[in-house]
């Protein structure tokens, strides 16, 4: 099938991957996904989450995105850090937030995420990344049906 003859909804647009590098991520963004994969070692503070999240919206092109956050890293924030996202300007961008987690102390601190700051769109933590996308898949088909 050449490009020409794409259906309209699979444009060209849900075809291309973009990519970014931050100080503190590596960012993806395909078919309203924004993959966020934190970098080892931060210690990420409110400025440097601030411009992730900016850098994370323009990549998306200021539409909204499914996050998908890859915490698997030796990464950690703050509790100012976890509040800013849950409660920042740039939450009316996001449709919901799966996060990656692999070790016990993640866990702790996305589920006390979850639980205290009270992200204000959906939000859930996973072992691995299909599972997640499974998750984000479902959210998609529940928001395509209500608009018919």
């Known amino acids: 099938m050449d490009l020409m003859t794409l259906p309209e909804n699979n444009t060209l ?3 291309l991957v973009s990519e970014l590098e931050t100080e503190v991520a590596y960012l993806s963004y395909q078919r309203n996904v924004l993959r966020v994969k934190l970098k080892e070692g931060i210690l990420m503070d409110i400025q440097q989450m601030e411009e ?4 994370a919206v323009e990549l998306a092109d200021f539409k909204k995105y499914f996050a998908v956050v890859d915490t698997r890293a030796n990464s950690n924030s703050s509790s100012d850090v976890r509040d800013f996202y849950a409660e920042s300007e740039y939450g009316k961008y996001r449709y919901a937030d799966a996060f990656i987690v692999d070790s016990l102390a993640m866990r702790l601190l996305v589920n006390f995420y979850i639980s ?3 992200p204000t769109v959906p939000t859930k933590m996973f072992t691995d990344e299909e599972t997640a996308m499974a998750w984000i898949n479902s959210l998609r088909t529940i928001a395509a049906t209500n608009r018919n």
């Open 13 to 15: 647009n849900n075809l």
């Open 52 to 55: 992730l999240l900016k850098q």
């Open 116 to 118: 205290f700051n009270k």
